[in-house]
């Protein structure tokens, strides 16, 4: 990536765009200052005798040209066009946006400063508070979790009340604020047989149909292989560790026997980025009542 920072780049970039601008302006010269005789034709015949004519362009369509080649150039001086040059009026897209963020969270600074005296189930409950909080969501969380906050694989339900590290409101806090990485270690040096024995195991907690057989040596490898250490020895997961339950029907990735197989043999590394920083501490408050709200109970978990 190193050959794409230095110099050469920053003056191609600069020849180019110069050249290009002034290329249009020679262009533009040689078609002023070439008169075709009256009545002179491109050559171009159509429909045996429809030909079209080589008539100079019109002089206020020209000027109308060569007002954007100045313009262009009067830009390439005042705004950063000409690589690595920032332009005189020293603009920049990060500065812009700051500026911008800056006035917005002024004017909303009220608002925001109401919902922090707010307790966050009490904010959940706020009709005005929730509407916030979607809209925050809808700019910053729809992406993962989709527009209407269910999740899709990889991805979890933000509407039910199955929650992989907890649903109590600062746990929610927590993390939106700092983010969650979670990770389930691959288990490939159990074998095939086992692997499969415990994929079936896992069907059966939720009802789904699975080899008997396999169920019972699967339940045996659960507890003896270390499964249990992380999901529990019910399989009900635990909150501290990010461990999903195993027994509510709720799937991040799937359900299938080979998807499962899948999961025991190559792990699964899933992350929520932090956004107390990007955000601020207000946001992320008023973004988690609105999580909290999405699901009846939410919380009580």
């Known amino acids: 990536m190193s050959d794409f920072v230095n110099q050469f780049w920053n003056w191609y970039v600069i020849l180019l765009v110069l050249v290009s601008i002034i290329a249009c302006g020679v262009l533009l010269w ?3 200052v070439t008169t075709p005789g009256k009545g ?9 005798n429809l030909e079209e004519y080589n008539n100079p362009l019109p002089k206020w369509w020209m000027w109308l040209f060569y007002i954007t080649v100045i313009f262009s150039l009067v830009y390439c001086v005042l705004y950063p066009t000409l690589g690595s040059y920032q332009g005189v009026l020293g603009w920049s897209s990060d500065g812009q946006w700051a500026k911008e963020k800056a006035k917005a969270d002024e004017q909303t600074k009220p608002l925001y400063d109401k919902y922090m005296k707010m307790d966050l189930k009490a904010l959940a409950a706020d009709k005005e508070g929730v509407e916030t909080g979607k809209r925050l969501y809808l700019t910053y969380c729809m ?39 979670g990770v389930m270690p691959p288990h490939a040096q159990l074998g095939a047989e086992t692997i499969k024995d415990l994929a079936n195991y ?22 003896s292989v270390g499964c249990s250490g992380c999901h529990g020895p019910d399989a009900k997961g635990m909150h501290a560790v990010g461990a999903p339950n195993l027994t509510d029907k709720i799937w991040l990735y799937g359900s299938s026997e080979g998807t499962i197989i ?3 043999t190559k ?11 990007f955000l601020g501490e207000e946001k992320v408050h008023v973004l988690a009542a609105y999580v909290l709200s999405l699901g009846s109970g939410a919380g009580s978990q």
Do not use: Y
Request: proline share 5%; aromatic share 6%; net charge negative.
């Open 202 to 223: 896992v069907r059966s907690l939720s009802g789904l149909p699975a080899d008997s057989v396999r169920v019972t040596k699967g339940q045996e490898a659960f507890n």
């Open 30 to 32: 040689t078609q002023s």
């Open 143 to 181: 992406q993962c979790h989709g527009a209407d906050a269910r999740g899709s694989k990889g991805f979890p339900n933000l509407a039910d009340n199955d929650w992989q590290w907890g649903g109590e409101p600062e746990t929610i806090v927590e993390t939106i604020s700092n983010g969650r990485m």
């Open 267 to 277: 792990g699964r590394t899933n992350q929520m980025p932090a956004w107390k920083e």
């Open 262 to 264: 899948e999961t025991i």
């Open 40 to 48: 002179d034709t491109t050559g171009h015949v159509w429909d045996e």
